[in-house]
C-alpha cells in the first residue's frame, strides 16, 4: 500500500478516537493546519482546471464534470437530483434534453467538492463505496473489485473512474456513443476499455498531449497518458481550487475572533444542546462515519438493474449490514450554506427547514414539506417512497439518534453559526472558470 493511503488511514482511526467522546466533553475543534493536506503542485492543478471544464470525458461530449459540480452553485448545482447526459442548461434552468432525454435523474444528489485534498477523506460517495482499505493491494476498496488500475495518487483520484462510466452520469447510452457501448458490455479497463479510449480522446488533442508530458515525468509522448493520469490532474485541480480554511470560523478556531449574538448562541448549541458535533465533528465537521438519519427518499432511487424499487437503502449496499441500511455519509459542513439543496437526494432546499427536520428526523419525516425538492420536470415518480407509509415507517425506525427539541429561534441560531462556515476564497475559487478548454467543446457556463 503506498504511504499517502497509510498516512490517510492513521488520520480516519485519529478521527475517530476524537469524536467518540460524549457531546458535553467536546470542545471547538484545534484550527487547520497546512499538514492536515496532501500538497499540491500548481501545474498539475492548472491541467486539471481544464479536464474538469472540459465535455471530452462524456460519452457524447456534451457533459463536464463542473456540469453537476460549479463554483456558482457551491460546487453542486442547486437541485436536488442531475441531470447529467441527457440534459441541457445549468443549474435550477437544467432541463431534460428534449432531443436526448435521460432515462432517468442521477439518483443521488450531487455532494459539494470542499476540502477533499485533506487527508482524513478517506472515502468517497453518499454510501462510501469508495474507500481506503488496508485489505486491498491497491489500497483502495472499490465497486469494480479487483479491476482496478493501479496509479491512482489518493482516493480521491480514484473516485473520478466512475462518473465516466455512469450512464446517467457523463456516459450516456449504448445506443449513443462507444463509451456507452463499452460500460454496457462490461469492458472497462484495459486496452479498449472504457477508460483507455477516453484517455486516447484526451491524449490525441495536442494542447493536451503537450500538457501532460510537461507536468508527469513519466509521461514522454502523448502514447504514454493513461487514464489514472486524467484522474490525477482532477484530484489536484479540486485539491487546489477548493481548500476551505479561510472563514470566519477559522478565525474563531485561531482565536482570532469572538462571536456575539445569534452566532455565539448558534455555535454554543451546535456544540451541546442540539447534539449536532456528535457527527459534525472535527475541523471539517464530519466523523466521516454512516448514521441513519431519516432524510426523506425522493427520486429514482439507488437499485440495480434487476430491481425495481425507488429506495435507497444507503451503506447497507455496500456492507450488506443490516444496520447500515438507510444510513449515509456525514457530510462536511464547510461552505453549506452555498450547498444546498441538503441531504442525499437533496429533498431541502432551505437550511433552516433542514436544521429543524433533522433534529427530530423521525418523527418529521412523515410530515416532509415536498415544495422543499428542486426537481426539474421529468415524467418520473419521484415521490413513491414517500407515498409508501410501510417504507417511511421502516426509514423512521431505524433511526438511532436521539430527537432534539428545538425551537424556532434556535432552529434560527444554528443557521446563523453555519454561515460562518462560508470561506470566500474556496467560494470563489483559486484558479476559476477557463474560457476554453484544449478539446474546443464548449465550456459549461451559469448565467
Known amino acids: 500500500m503506498t504511504s499517502i493511503f497509510k498516512t490517510a488511514l492513521m488520520h480516519a482511526v ?30 498539475e492543478a492548472e491541467l486539471g482546471q481544464l479536464l474538469f471544464y472540459d465535455p471530452i470525458l462524456s460519452g457524447n461530449m ?20 442531475s441531470f447529467g447526459d441527457g440534459g441541457i442548461g445549468m443549474g435550477t434552468k ?55 488500475i493501479d496509479g491512482f495518487a489518493s482516493v480521491l483520484s480514484a473516485q473520478t473512474m466512475f462518473p465516466v462510466l455512469s450512464r446517467d452520469e457523463m456516459a450516456g447510452s449504448f445506443r449513443e456513443n462507444e463509451i456507452g457501448r463499452l460500460v454496457r458490455q462490461g469492458i472497462i479497463s484495459g486496452e479498449g476499455g472504457a477508460w483507455h479510449v477516453l484517455a486516447r480522446r484526451v491524449a490525441e488533442i495536442p494542447g493536451y498531449a503537450d500538457a501532460f508530458v510537461q507536468v508527469y515525468p513519466h509521461i514522454n509522448s502523448a502514447d504514454d497518458i493513461g487514464f489514472t493520469d486524467i484522474s490525477n490532474a482532477l484530484a489536484a ?12 470560523f477559522d478565525a474563531v478556531l485561531r482565536g482570532d475572533l469572538t462571536l456575539q449574538g445569534d452566532e455565539k448562541a448558534g455555535l454554543d448549541l451546535f456544540y451541546g444542546k442540539a447534539n449536532c458535533a456528535d457527527c459534525h465533528a472535527g475541523p471539517f465537521l464530519t466523523d466521516h462515519q454512516f448514521h441513519v438519519m431519516a432524510a426523506p427518499q425522493i427520486g429514482p432511487g439507488k437499485s440495480e438493474p434487476f430491481e425495481t424499487h425507488n429506495r435507497d437503502d444507503g451503506r447497507f449496499r455496500v456492507t450488506g449490514i443490516e444496520s447500515d441500511r438507510y444510513a449515509f455519509r456525514t457530510p462536511s459542513l464547510r ?68 430527537p432534539v427539541a ?3 429561534h434556535e432552529v434560527a441560531q444554528i443557521v446563523a453559526f453555519l454561515q460562518l462556515l462560508t470561506d470566500p476564497i474556496s467560494k470563489a475559487g483559486r484558479l476559476g472558470s477557463p474560457e476554453t478548454v484544449p478539446s474546443g467543446l464548449p465550456v459549461p457556463l451559469v448565467d
Not at 456534451?62 to 437530483?81: E, F, I
Not at 485541480?237 to 470566519?248: I, N, Y
Not at 433542514?354 to 422543499?372: I, T
Open 335 to 402: 461552505n453549506v450554506a452555498l450547498t444546498g439543496p441538503y441531504g442525499h437526494a437533496g429533498a431541502h432546499r432551505d437550511l433552516a427547514h433542514f436544521v429543524a427536520d433533522h433534529a427530530d428526523p423521525a418523527a418529521r419525516l412523515a410530515s416532509y414539506d415536498r415544495s422543499q425538492a428542486v426537481l426539474p420536470a421529468f415524467d418520473g415518480h419521484d415521490f413513491n417512497i414517500m407515498d409508501a407509509q410501510d417504507q417511511r415507517d421502516a426509514i423512521a425506525a431505524a433511526v438511532t439518534a436521539e
Open 406 to 408: 428545538l425551537a424556532d
Open 62 to 81: 456534451t457533459t463536464a464534470c463542473v456540469s453537476c459540480h460549479h463554483p456558482k452553485l457551491g460546487t453542486s448545482d442547486g437541485v436536488s437530483l
Open 237 to 248: 485541480f479540486m485539491e487546489f481550487e477548493w481548500r476551505s480554511d479561510t472563514a470566519p
Open 94 to 148: 437544467r432541463q431534460a434534453d428534449p432531443q436526448n432525454l435521460p432515462e432517468e435523474r442521477i439518483p443521488r444528489n450531487a455532494p459539494a467538492l470542499f476540502n477533499l485534498g485533506a487527508l482524513e477523506f478517506t472515502s468517497m460517495f453518499h454510501d462510501g463505496r469508495l474507500e481506503v482499505a488496508a485489505d486491498h493491494p491497491s489500497g483502495i476498496r472499490t465497486p469494480m473489485g479487483a479491476d482496478i
Open 14 to 43: 485519529l478521527l475517530g478516537s476524537v469524536t467518540s467522546m460524549p457531546v458535553e466533553a467536546q470542545t471547538l475543534p484545534a484550527a487547520i493546519t497546512d499538514d492536515l493536506y496532501r500538497a499540491v503542485h500548481l501545474h
